[in-house]
């Protein structure tokens, strides 16, 4: 008897590997000694053997010859399976029985490792890999954890690594990986958003900006437990919703069967695995500022000119003014507003009449107040009740508080839908301390007053919005009077464009008090609208313009966020980003950009 042994050792091949089946322990050659029986001629032919080599199902390539003809068999496995070898030999017999005779042997099963599974591994130093709300799979932020975050290397926060494994586990055979560019889900996962061929309009990639990627190839070999990591990490691009596939094969010739289409629709073919899709997002961080508290700017002083009129039916007086600036003087300015009359007393105001001969309306006057001729007096905007300790009692209109953080709660939601996730706010950067202003009265006045208190670079590392709380706008829309609104609509808020280099955005600003005037001091009416007005103000830093908000055909009820167009609310139907603000996200180097 013999036996089929199996060189080199091992019954674990790596694809590639030449296997030698050895005969051992049978003659191949006649002649015969026996004990106990008669004499036997010598055969005339010589021994033959038959090899049959059994291979594993769908083997690529024709069988392979069989060679060592006689005693050895050398095969080159290519693709996963089981592998074995039979010899039939035809044989002199030793046992007095008739010749010739046959025996059969069967060679140990030799086996080339499955590839079982390929995913995307966090690579050593960088932060962790999350779930993609979005397109499923992972996602990873290849951004700046910190403003001083600098990592070493320069693409440290860009590296994924990626990690196959084999079974049964053969140290030393080589995997293949590619990286794929596939096709943006977007325009599947949202194919009712008017626009949205503008983001992708089809199903297959490459389609990653700035510039499609063409495939990436990659090796890395097992280890002991049959885990392979690609020896070099990949690195993905920049740009948010950017996404890729990852394959792998233990042969070059099978990994570079796959198709694009394949990689595209996640149907990888035999003896090939693939990863999850791998998804870039971008954080965004916001730093946030406040102006101080009004002041005495927020008044106007003077000498009353002439005896004001008293009517004691009703209680009210009308008070001369003396000359008053151009933004204190309008119709109704200071309607609801508050006048400090020397010796005399503070008063609720309730109509202004305007130049040349200004004067205001207040109530519950006292009877001595048509002796106030030539008495000091500091008048209010209609803000009065904003300075604390004074609360405007009978009125709706409690005051703005400044300083206050801006609230940034809508913009979570909002900027998620470009793969922009907002980081938590950092509270070390806040700053309470812009100057304060009761208007900002243009562009320029609006840029300065942006870029006060600005701390953090936003760079395309790191990206930052910076905004802050602030009181008034443009004098003919901050509100006062109320007949503004219909008038010109009101400025909840600005960005201002500076026109110096470098020419990007300035910060953002978020009127306060407008939105409160607004409201009538509604609480959780002035929230929304601040929520709502911090996220669009945010939307100009990335170069988002209120035309990018418009939705035709549908008119304004399709509008979205960055509309200027907006309802009885001040705010458009839809308090989302439209197709084209989120395509402009998705390929901005970083905010702010003019
Ligand atoms: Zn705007």
Known sequence: MGTIDVQPAGLVACPGDNVTFTLIGVEDTGGMKRANCQTVPIPPEPVSFVWTLTLPPNYPDPLPPLTGQGSVVRVIAKVPGAYSCTLTANLHREDCRPWPSQETYNSPIVRV????????????????????????????????????????????????????????????????????????????????????????????????????????????????????IASSPFVVSMQPGNNYRAGAAESQTLINTVTQTQADANTPPQYVKFTDMLTVWRKLHVEVD??????????????????????????????????????FNETDQHKVGRIDILTIGSFVTVATTKAPSPTVEIINAPANIAMANGLWYNLWDDDAGSVPPFVMVGFDAPPVTLPKVPDTGL????????????????????????????????????????????????????????????????????????????????????????????????????????????????????????????????????????????????????????????????????????????????????????
């Open 113 to 228: 490792p499955d590839l079982v599974s390929v995913e995307w591994r966090t690579h050593t130093g960088n932060a962790g890999l999350s779930g993609c709300p979005n397109n499923g799979g992972q996602r990873i932020f290849p951004d700046w954890i910190s403003p001083t975050d600098n990592p070493n290397p320069a693409d440290l926060r860009r590296k994924v690594d990626l990690v196959a494994r084999i079974s049964p586990a053969k140290a030393g055979c080589t995997v293949y990986f590619t990286v794929w560019d596939v096709d943006d889900p977007f325009d599947q996962n949202n194919s009712t958003m008017p626009n949205v061929s503008l983001i992708d309009s089809n199903t297959s990639g490459p389609d990653n900006r700035p510039t499609p990627e063409p495939p990436a190839p990659l090796t890395g070999t097992a280890d002991a437990f049959g885990e392979a």
């Open 290 to 327: 406040s102006m101080s508290a009004p002041d005495f700017t927020n008044t106007q002083v003077g000498i009353i000119p002439s005896a004001p009129t008293y009517n004691a039916a009703n209680g009210r007086a009308t008070i001369p003014l003396a000359a008053l600036e151009p933004d």
């Open 411 to 594: 913009m979570p939601q909002v900027f998620k839908d470009a793969y922009v996730e907002i980081a938590p706010l950092d509270m070390a950067s806040y700053q309470a301390t812009t100057v304060f202003q009761r208007n900002a009265r243009n562009n320029d006045e609006a840029v300065t007053k942006g870029n006060e208190n600005r701390s953090l670079t936003s760079a395309s590392d790191f990206w930052v919005v910076h905004i802050t709380s602030a009181f008034q706008g443009y004098v003919a829309k901050d509100g006062d009077p109320d007949t503004e609104q219909a008038a010109a609509g009101l400025q909840y808020g600005i960005t201002g464009v500076p026109f110096w280099t470098p020419w990007r955005r300035a910060g953002s600003l978020v009127f306060l008090e407008t939105i409160r005037d607004d409201k009538r001091g509604n609480a959780s009416a002035m929230a929304v609208m601040e929520r709502y007005t911090v996220t669009h103000e945010a939307g100009h830093q990335f170069k988002l313009e209120h035309s990018d908000g418009y939705a035709p055909p549908d008119g304004p009820a399709g509008d979205y966020i960055m509309s200027d167009i907006t309802d009885q609310t001040g705010m458009a139907p839809n308090v989302s980003f439209g197709a084209i603000c989120l395509k402009k996200i998705r390929e901005i180097e970083y905010p702010p950009q003019p």
